[in-house]
């Protein structure tokens, strides 16, 4: 047997031994187990973070966004770059209304400043049409009209794409959604998988 195979057993049979004693050792293992938990804190922290500040997925709840969102949909939100940019025309956006807990998601029609109002089922924008193929293909029709609403600063008037089905800033109690109850902006579907799109 060569010298370099000898010495190689030799160190595997040491190495062995030593593994053997810190599993004897308790405080080896205090260690481990102390290594471990740290590393699951830090994973668990982590995981939540990017949740809380980054991005998260978020499942449609109910038919007001149809056809562009469907029940049961699930989207992923990004939330960062509202940090840097206030909400646009357009943007799909998860917010909470005035007094409720429960998110859910519009689109962004009115800015602050801006007068919205409807008549005869169209959209206007201070006094002028809502060119709404520029945000989405299909629009919902409207059967009840609402008179000039001025959106207050730092506001957004949102609606759902399916109009009369939908609870949003024409409804009474709600109006126009303070930018601190907008959380974040939807991008992509990404449950069912054969539905994954971007929107």
Not at 47 to 54: E, G, K, P, Q, V
Request: glycine share 8%.
């Amino acid at each position: 047997m060569s010298n370099s195979a000898v010495n190689k057993r030799r160190l595997n049979a040491l190495k062995n031994a030593a593994e053997a004693l810190h599993e004897k050792d308790p405080v080896y293992k205090r260690d481990s187990d102390k290594r471990f938990i740290v590393s699951l804190i830090i994973v668990i922290t982590l995981a939540l973070s990017i949740r809380l500040f980054i991005t998260e997925p978020t499942l449609v709840d109910g038919d007001s966004m149809y056809p562009t969102l469907l029940n049961g949909e699930r989207m992923l939100v990004e939330k960062v770059s509202l940090w840097f940019s206030e909400p646009q025309r357009g943007d799909i956006v998860i917010c909470y209304y005035p007094g409720y807990t429960v998110s859910c998601v519009k689109r962004v029609i009115g800015l602050p400043g801006e007068t919205v109002s409807i008549e005869n089922g169209i959209i206007y924008i201070n006094g002028k049409e809502l060119e709404e193929s520029a945000y989405w293909k299909y629009r919902g029709e409207i059967d009840l009209d609402m008179g000039e609403v001025v959106v207050p600063e730092n506001s957004a008037f949102v609606v759902g794409d399916n109009r009369n089905n939908s609870k949003d800033s024409r409804a009474w109690g709600v109006g126009a959604i303070p930018y601190e109850r907008i959380t974040g902006r939807a991008h992509f579907v990404i449950w069912p998988l054969y539905a994954a799109r971007s929107i």
